[in-house]
T-cell receptor, first 110, second 112 residues
Framework: RKEVEQDPGPFNVPEGATVAFNCTYSNSASQSFFWYRQDCRKEPKLLMSVYSSGNEDGRFTAQLNRASQYISLLIRDSKLSDSATYLC???????????FGKGTSLLVTP | DVKVTQSSRYLVKRTGEKVFLECVQDMDHENMFWYRQDPGLGLRLIYFSYDVKMKEKGDIPEGYSVSREKKERFSLILESASTNQTSMYLCGIRDRGTYEQYFGPGTRLTVT
């Protein structure tokens, strides 16, 4: 299985800060990309899909760079409630399910 | 919203027992899956099902089997539980059009 790589962190940031996560994937034929959020001892939940042109959802911006095979997630004006693990996820199109990175841990402090 | 339920949140079993984990979805999705998640290893796919009675092995199928007799229900079976199968088990569905995956709340299984 092709790899999805993320910096495990942890990223410790103060409230209000802007933080960015990057993720690289090895399969150039990958077609669909996602960011998931996982709280401690809970299931992963879809945060947002990542589109080729980039997309934004409130304080969250996702970007895709196919040439360099990386995906990014930017969180602006961090909240305490953003503390979680963020999983980068790639669909390899020929695969039966999504390929998950191991996640990046974020801790937002007061 | 998609709703995926799992039969147990926490389960403790003894080595050698046969264990059944059940997953039920309410949205008529063809694609269902089972992962396990372990610290440092991330999510690893055990089995995938793309229709009733249809299944495909994932990355780590050894020691597991699955059953999908009805579209809404996908069961994971540990034929003879071992301590290295202590893990968080996550099931869910994948949307056929968008490839988005939605998970149930997970079952934390401990094998003693």
């Amino acid at each position: 299985r092709k790899e999805v790589e993320q910096d495990p962190g942890p990223f410790n940031v103060p409230e209000g800060a802007t933080v960015a996560f990057n993720c690289t994937y090895s399969n150039s034929a990958s077609q669909s990309f996602f960011w998931y959020r996982q709280d401690c001892r809970k299931e992963p939940k879809l945060l947002m899909s990542v589109y080729s042109s980039g997309n934004e959802d409130g304080r969250f911006t996702a970007q895709l760079n196919r040439a360099s095979q990386y995906i990014s997630l930017l969180i602006r004006d961090s909240k305490l409630s953003d503390s979680a693990t963020y999983l980068c996820v790639v669909n390899e199109n020929s695969g039966y399910a999504l390929n998950f990175g191991k996640g990046t841990s974020l801790l937002v402090t007061p | 919203d998609v709703k995926v339920t799992q039969s147990s949140r926490y389960l403790v079993k003894r080595t050698g027992e046969k264990v059944f984990l059940e997953c039920v979805q309410d949205m008529d999705h063809e694609n269902m899956f089972w992962y396990r998640q372990d610290p440092g290893l991330g999510l690893r796919l055990i089995y995938f099902s793309y229709d009733v009675k249809m299944k495909e092995k994932g990355d780590i199928p050894e020691g597991y089997s699955v059953s999908r007799e009805k579209k809404e229900r996908f069961s994971l079976i540990l034929e003879s539980a071992s301590t290295n199968q202590t893990s968080m088990y996550l099931c869910g569905i994948r949307d056929r059009g968008t490839y988005e995956q939605y998970f149930g709340p997970g079952t934390r299984l401990t094998v003693t």
